[in-house]
């Protein structure tokens, strides 16, 4: 029978070969993660990121046995928060970005940042698909979507969005250019912000992802939706698609939340990656995911799964997009109450 020492000596060589030659053994991808992973999210505290995120890792937490930490960093539409996330945040599987994919590349499309995706970054583990709405409160003399088409025939209605690189802001002035009906968009920094507008009525109207809108029901009425499958129809009081209203041929335009990683991160620990990856997806399959999800007020039937080759296929949609409204998004600005 062979000493101790000497088998332990043994272990010990082979595990450095292995690493002298690039290869990890499985022992050391078992070590992931033994410290808390950091969250950068690009929008402020207290929104729709948020509120996913933390239901979300309450479950997902628990497979990779350990906890998140959040640093929410608005400014420029989510730049500031990518920025610092690629440029300041280790490339170890530890540091992870939850983000909006929609408005995010949007963002990246017109502000051409110093980053690059996917070679800098890239979304791994969608989480919703949040249709984009005209709503308004429940005060307001628009009580219908016809009602706010009439009215922006005849003066400049002001529309309160999270942010103008958006899928929202961009139906808004879609459909503006079609019918002749004046917009003006008006970026208030978040999606709380954006419905405290609506409802004090310093805006006319507001366009924000429909879980947002539907989870304050009580105040706020969906008029239209970016949609013409219109899926949520349960949740918005049968609220007809805006195509349908105006005639128009808008796409479908919505957002989805995602997780990210730094791309050398997948290269380099594909181990860690790997891990991160199925364990995302395992949450999907917990039952009371849903149950915890529902009771933020979203409607569950938001909840739709994406891997990394469905995340970069609508990302690069989005960048297309932009390019294709990226003349009427940079024309409009409105008198913005933050910089997210």
Known sequence: MSHPDRQRRRLLAGAA????????????????????????????????????????????????????????????????????????????????????MGPEMIMYALQKPPYKFPQDYQYFCRLDVDDSVIFASRKSKFTKLEDVMAEAKKRTVNVAVSRLPHPASIGLLALGQATGAKFNLVPY??????????????????????????????????????????????????????????????????????????????????????????????????????????????PVETIQYGDRALCNKYSNEMIALAEQYRELLTAKKGKGKGKG
């Not at 500031?80 to 280790?90: F, L, M, P, Q, S």
């Not at 706020?220 to 939706?225: A, D, M, P, Q």
């Not at 919505?254 to 199925?278: N, V």
């Open 17 to 100: 070969s292995a690493l002298a030659l690039g290869h990890v053994p499985n022992v050391f991808a078992q070590n992931f993660p033994s410290k808390n992973i950091r969250v950068v999210i690009p929008t402020g505290q207290g929104g729709g990121a948020d509120r996913l995120a933390r239901v979300f890792d309450d479950f997902w937490g628990p497979l990779l046995k350990t906890h998140f930490e959040y640093q929410f960093m608005p400014g420029a539409a989510g730049q500031v928060g990518y920025e610092t996330y690629i440029g300041k945040r280790e490339r170890d599987g530890y540091n992870l970005l939850f983000g909006n």
């Open 189 to 298: 920094g978040g999606g709380n912000p954006t419905s405290v507008a609506v409802l004090n009525g310093e805006a006319d109207i507001g366009a924000l992802p429909i879980a947002g809108v539907v989870a304050q029901k009580d105040t706020l009425k969906v008029l239209g939706i970016f949609n013409d499958e219109h899926k949520m129809a349960a949740y918005s009081e049968n609220a007809p698609s805006v195509n349908k209203v105006a005639g128009t041929k808008i796409p479908a335009l919505y957002s989805s939340r995602s997780w990210a990683i730094h791309t050398e991160a997948i290269e380099k620990y594909p181990e860690r990656f790997a891990l991160l990856e199925r364990t995302a997806r395992e949450v999907f399959d917990n039952p009371k995911y849903k149950e915890e999800y529902a009771k933020t007020g979203a």
